[in-house]
Each structure stands twice: as structure tokens, then as C-alpha cells.
């Protein structure tokens, strides 16, 4: 895909960020969408050959192109990619065609990946080369597994020795480390100068960095003795030296911790940045809390989606690519389906003579499945910020099932009294209240316990865990309930 030479360039106007202004645009796009494609259909329907249609429908398509990219080019790059985002394949890659160049590598940066690489695949290679041949080496290090090899290699010809080093140890980091998200951009200076030097040194640089809300201070064999935050140098006499006012306490990161542990780091003590010093105390990037966010949002958008079992996908991928990603899930949820049935028919007779029991179980397997999933929620959220370990499980897991206990007392009495009041049986409103506080002590049980498994083997706690909840509380439940209507009533 080659960019348009002879497109007007965007009306020049300031750009208000406000998510509702990329909403509307979307809007906009997709209108001009379908009145060019309606257009085409009217001139398809027109006789073959009919030279006057194909010129009307030639105008209509430049005048709606125009529209589209001064719309689109007053935006910023983060809403262009919402935007893009929101479009299906084909309608996608033909306004990003519109997209003004100077913006294809902020668009590129922000667009989630499996939208990225439906970009690239689109782009010929001059234009993959101007737009990355500009970007700094962090930023070049995110793009380069979705680049073609000789485009990777022909924007390296264009770095200097120092980018294409940083480059490489940024490409060497594993993917949920700290090194990948780092940042190289970051002004030092050393402890035995002056404010008044550190602020002529600030002066002559043509802009700082982004989030720099500190300087770092270093030797001469580039380690880390401080960081000397910027509202102390604005407030502090010229004359005083780094060393009197810097900070020595501090925060620091390695660069195979996990960007988990950084998000965690950041909240907790309020960060814009963070020095990130190899294993000699050298300083050899920066993290900041940009980058944090992006990696609190991914990490959520991960967990939403492995709660379910399913992979980030494209909304508009093909049938068959969703299918990959749903249906294993969708297979194992129809087997324990399957058997929570299963376990249901084995007390068919407990059902047909008591039938009042078919409509009362659900309830049943359906309130022990919310318990269990709001103590699934919490241990998984406990697990991801670290507030679990060794010692204070038990504990843990004590304090849940008292929790839900007593919560299953409460609602189990509110569901007793319903079940005497459509069968007018005691017996039946007591099994109801055993079952129900049995069957959300079980939910609470896997709660906790799944979780906690596959996090002790390395896995992803979110992944699938509703599927196997839900298999315990429906399965379990049934059978509790008219295992106990069995005993008990019959």
C-alpha cells in the first residue's frame, strides 16, 4: 500500500483529546462508508460500459476520500487507532491509505496488535521505512516481531552505534519484562555539579524527555547514586550542589522483573518514573508511567477474556479464525454441561415423584456458581497484585468459606422460605437451605483452589477458570441437592 502523493494535506486546527470526539468521528467514517459503497452498488447495477456512471461514481469516491482524511487527520493518533480498531479488514486498511504519513508511526505505536499487523501486511516497504525510520529504539523494539526482517535491517543502517545496541538489548528482553518496556530517553548527570550547571545542561537540550519528573544521577562508570526530582531543582539556590539535595531513596528496577511487578510498584508508591539498573548498579533505562498504564490495561484485558478461555482476536477476524479461539472452551463448557446433566438424570425417579425439585435446583447450581465466582474474582485479584503467599493461604482460605458460610446462611434462609411457600413442605424448604449452603461452600472451594493451582504450576489463574467453576457448582450442586431430596424425602 502506497500512500495517496497528491492528497490534500489536513486542515491545521488544535486538537481537543476527548474520547467523545473520536466516537463521533467513527460515526462520521462509517456514514461515508456506506454512502460510497452505496453508490458503487448503483453504478454496478448501471449497464456495463456505461462511461458516465463510472465517472460519477469515480467523483462521489474522491470527494468521500477528502472527507474521511481531513476528519480522521484532525485526530489524535491514539483516536485514529480507536478508530481503525472499529473498522472491519477492509474498510480499515482503505482509511488508513488516507492516514497522513507524518502519523503512520504514532498509529502503528498505539493500535493493539492483531489490528497492527493487518496494517503492516497492507504497506509496501518505502513507506514501512519512513514511518519507522524515525522512531526511537524502545518504540522501534515493540514494532520489529510485526516488521519484514529487511525493513528491520534497513532502519537499523540508519541508526547510530548507541540506537542499534539499544535496540538489540531492548529485542532481547522477554515480553512481559521490564527491558521490554523500558525506556532509553532520559537526562543524567553527575552528583559534584551545581544546580545552576544542571540547568544551563537542561536549557540546551531541545526538549526533555516525556514524564521526566526526575534526573538521575550517576557516576562516571554510568551507576546510579541518586535522583534529584525536578520541583526540588526549580525550588533549590543555583549555587547548591546534586549531592545535597538529591534523593537516595529511591526505587529501582531490573530488567528481567516482571512489567507486572513495575505496575504494582507504581501504584503503590505513586511513580511517574523509575531508573531500571542492570546487575552492577548501572543505569540503563527508565520506565515510566505511560508505560505502566499500557501494560495495567493489557494485563485487564487479558483477564477479562481468560476468565472466559478465550485469546485476544481481531472483532472482525474471519469465521474460522474465531473458531480456533472459542470453540476449545466452548467444547469442555458442553462437557461439564454434559455431565451436570448426567448427574441430574441418575435421580430421575427422586425427580418425577417430588417433580417441584426440577424447578428448584437450578437455583441451586446458580447461586453456588455467583458465590464461587465472587471468590474467584478476589483470590485472582489477590494473586495478581501478590498479596498471597505461603503462609497466609490458609488463613485465607478459612476466612473465605466462614465468608461465604455465613452469607450462604443468610440467603439460604430467603430461599428455604420460597421453596415452603410454592411446595407448602418444611422438608423440601430445609433440604433447599442444606443444599444451597453446601453447594456455595463448594463454589467457594474451587474459588479458591483454582486459582491458586495454576498459579503454584506458572499458569495464567483467569484462564478458564468460570468453565471449571461452573462444572463444579452445577455438578456438584445437582447432586447435592437431590442426593439430599433422596435421603430425606423420598
Known amino acids: 500500500m502506497t500512500k495517496p502523493a497528491d492528497a490534500p494535506k489536513p486542515v491545521s486546527s488544535p486538537r481537543r483529546l476527548d474520547p467523545e470526539d473520536a466516537q463521533h468521528a467513527l460515526e462520521e467514517v462509517q456514514e461515508c462508508l456506506r454512502r460510497q459503497q452505496l453508490v458503487q452498488d448503483l453504478v454496478h447495477r448501471q449497464e456495463q460500459g456505461d462511461r458516465k456512471a463510472v465517472l460519477v461514481e469515480d467523483l462521489v469516491h474522491r470527494q468521500h476520500q477528502a472527507e474521511i482524511q ?284 417430588i417433580v417441584i425439585l426440577a424447578f428448584l435446583m437450578s437455583i441451586v447450581a446458580g447461586i453456588g456458581g455467583n458465590s464461587g465466582n465472587q471468590t474467584m474474582t478476589m483470590i485472582i485479584r489477590a494473586l495478581a497484585v501478590g498479596r498471597i503467599t505461603g503462609k497466609n493461604i490458609w488463613q485465607l482460605v478459612k476466612r473465605e468459606m466462614l465468608v461465604t458460610f455465613l452469607v450462604g446462611l443468610c440467603g439460604s434462609l430467603v430461599a428455604a422460605a420460597f421453596a415452603w411457600a410454592i411446595s407448602d413442605s418444611l422438608s423440601i424448604a430445609l433440604v433447599m437451605m442444606a443444599a444451597m449452603i453446601c453447594n456455595m461452600l463448594v463454589g467457594a472451594g474451587v474459588g479458591v483452589l483454582v486459582p491458586m493451582v495454576r498459579a503454584r504450576f506458572g499458569k495464567d489463574p483467569a484462564i478458564g477458570s468460570s468453565v471449571l467453576l461452573t462444572f463444579a457448582t452445577d455438578s456438584l450442586g445437582f447432586f447435592i441437592f437431590l442426593g439430599l431430596a433422596t435421603i430425606f424425602l423420598i
Open 70 to 353: 481531513t476528519l480522521i487527520n484532525r485526530l489524535h493518533p491514539a483516536d485514529i487507532a480507536f478508530i481503525l480498531e472499529s473498522l472491519p479488514k477492509d474498510e480499515r486498511q482503505e482509511v488508513w491509505r488516507l492516514v497522513s504519513p507524518e502519523h503512520d508511526a504514532d498509529v502503528l505505536l498505539e493500535v493493539e496488535d492483531w489490528v497492527r499487523e493487518s496494517l503492516i501486511e497492507a504497506m509496501d516497504r518505502q513507506d514501512l521505512v519512513a514511518a519507522t525510520g524515525n522512531m526511537d529504539a524502545d518504540e522501534l523494539a515493540d514494532l520489529a516481531p510485526d516488521l519484514p526482517p529487511d525493513v528491520v535491517a534497513e532502519v537499523q543502517k540508519g541508526l547510530t552505534e548507541e540506537e542499534r545496541a539499544q535496540l538489540l538489548e531492548a529485542m532481547g528482553y522477554p515480553e512481559d519484562s521490564v527491558g521490554a518496556i523500558m525506556d532509553f530517553e532520559m537526562v543524567r548527570v553527575r552528583e559534584d555539579v551545581s544546580l545552576e550547571v544542571v540547568l544551563r545542561y537542561l536549557r540546551r537540550l531541545h526538549e526533555l524527555p516525556d514524564h521526566t519528573d526526575q534526573i538521575f544521577v550517576v557516576d562516571r562508570q554510568d551507576k546510579l547514586q541518586g535522583a534529584l526530582p525536578i520541583s526540588v531543582l526549580l525550588v533549590s539556590e543555583p549555587e547548591t550542589e546534586v549531592s545535597a539535595v538529591m534523593n537516595t531513596d529511591y526505587l529501582t528496577l531490573g530488567p528481567l522483573d516482571s512489567d507486572a511487578d513495575a505496575a504494582s510498584a507504581f501504584e503503590r508508591y505513586d511513580l511517574v518514573s523509575a531508573p531500571v539498573t542492570d546487575d552492577q548498579g548501572r543505569l540503563i533505562g527508565r520506565v515510566t508511567i505511560a508505560d505502566v498504564v499500557d501494560v495495567i490495561r493489557e494485563d485487564s484485558q487479558e483477564q477479562d477474556l481468560s476468565r472466559a478461555g478465550l485469546q485476544e482476536e481481531d472483532i472482525f477476524a474471519p469465521v474460522a479464525m474465531a473458531l480456533r479461539n472459542r470453540a476449545p472452551w466452548l467444547l469442555f463448557n458442553l462437557c461439564t454441561a454434559a455431565t451436570a446433566s448426567f448427574v441430574a438424570s441418575r435421580f430421575e425417579g427422586t425427580v418425577s415423584h
